[in-house]
């Protein structure tokens, strides 16, 4: 069985170790890695069915819930995923073995998902729409978990040089995914919102999570590395501080990350955009999906290549080509003709969505690399607490901006995504094969 799943592993990653013999260790590796590619795919499976920006918006209108709630999806989704990590960090560094916390995230996704198919198929109007809110927040908890731990357990149990092919290959499975799911949604609800199909495609999706925690809890990982200090829970917020004080590269990362939101939040406005003119309706929902899902297929192994010989100017370079695809977009929205044309926002959408997919697949592989043992939980931990809270600065800062027009708002992230690029040069190098 290893050395079938090495043959397979070799095909899929790029070790430098091909045509000699592997000792035990690199068979460890090929297992490992199958294991974490089959059940990151899983997961991402379920990711596009719990969408906060396509697939749950839609099930909240269908069920007839406020706008408001729906608003609010997104902030919680991210913020929540990413404020309780600093705090959480402490507690995972005690276990021996990350990948039982990953277990744990992933059962805890799987009964918030579970909550919200049942939410489809039973409520409506507004108790619907603040159930959905709290299994998301529940679903936003299990996130953080395996968040930490999925990056943890790849630092411990595979070598640099093959982390981000790993994560591209993840990506491209989650690409297929979500190909294959935006083409079932168009076949099967075609330009009818159906919520029985919604839920029925939740309770698939908690199943994914089921599936994923099995394949999971089968990565060998190496015993100790718990952490033994003398710093208390409640002392997560000092030690985070001091971290982002002290360590001027992981500084700069995280500097660098917020800058990358350029990616992450302008497709939402070229859809408002669209929607402006007429031309964006709610059963386009299986267009968009399908366009995200071929962004992350044609990118994510390519980029998870680059990351490896490179995730800093990998980073650097997404931010660049993030900002010139909204300046090329601006410029052509204000041609007669072409800024009431849907397809120029549908390939702006799939344009930043394909810059957006090397961006993840570069930070998540930066920062790995950048640390060593518990170090990364601590990396992993802090960067993404403090991305929350810059998350929500930003937020308000664009919507705010947004009043004005989705146009001030994307030339303000277009503008944060030119001094990224000029900033991601500054950072160190910290991968690379070895």
Do not use: C
């Not at 999570?209 to 809890?217: E, R």
């Amino acid at each position: 069985m290893s050395s079938l799943a090495q043959r397979i592993y070799v095909r899929l990653v790029s070790t430098g170790h091909a045509g000699r013999a592997a000792d035990e260790a690199e068979r460890d590796v090929s297992t490992n890695g199958l294991r974490i590619i089959g059940a990151s795919g899983l997961q991402n499976v379920g990711d596009q069915v719990v969408n906060a920006a396509t697939v749950l918006p839609w099930l909240l209108t269908a069920l007839g819930a406020p706008v408001g709630l729906i608003g609010l999806l997104v902030p919680i989704r991210e913020s929540g995923s990413l404020l309780p990590q600093a705090v959480l960090s402490p507690w995972i560094q005690r276990w021996s073995r990350r990948k039982w916390v990953w277990v744990a995230g992933a059962a805890v996704q799987a009964t918030a998902t579970v909550a919200m198919a049942l939410v489809a198929a039973t409520l409506e109007g507004i108790g619907a729409g603040v159930a959905i809110l709290v299994a998301l927040a529940l679903f936003a908890l299990g996130r953080a978990l395996t968040s930490i731990a999925s990056k943890d357990v790849m630092a411990r149990t595979i070598p640099k040089g093959q982390r981000g092919q790993i994560n591209g290959v993840s990506t491209l499975v989650s690409g297929v995914a979500a190909v294959t799911i935006g083409l079932g949604i168009r076949l099967l609800a075609g330009d009818q919102m159906n919520v029985a199909i919604l839920a029925f495609l939740l309770g698939g999706a908690a199943l994914a999570w089921v599936a994923a925690l099995l394949v999971y809890a089968g990565v060998k990982e190496p015993t100790g590395g718990t952490a033994e200090t003398d710093a208390d829970d409640e002392g997560w917020w000092r030690r985070s501080w001091q971290l982002l004080a002290t360590d001027a590269p992981f500084r700069r990362f995280v500097q660098m990350r917020t800058l990358l939101l350029v990616s992450a939040l302008s497709p939402p406005f070229l859809i408002a955009l669209a929607a402006a003119d007429g031309e964006a309706r709610l059963s386009g929902l299986g267009l968009f999906v399908i366009a995200q899902g071929a962004a992350r297929m044609i990118g994510g192994r390519f980029f998870g290549r680059l990351a490896d010989r490179s995730s800093r100017r990998l980073m650097t370079l997404g931010a660049l080509m993030a900002s010139l695809s909204i300046i090329v977009l601006l410029a052509l929205s204000i041609v007669p003709g072409l800024g009431e044309s849907v397809w120029l926002y549908s390939l702006g959408y799939f344009l930043l969505a394909l810059v957006h997919t090397g961006v993840r697949v570069a930070r998540k592989t930066y920062v790995i690399d950048m640390g060593e043992g518990d170090q990364v939980t601590e990396y992993v931990a802090v960067s993404n607490t403090a991305m929350g809270l810059l998350l929500l600065v930003v937020g308000a800062v664009n919507a705010g901006l947004a009043v004005f027009g989705a146009e001030v708002a994307l030339a303000f992230l277009a503008g944060m995504g030119l001094i990224g690029a000029f900033v991601g040069r500054s950072l160190p190098e910290v991968g690379g094969r070895a």
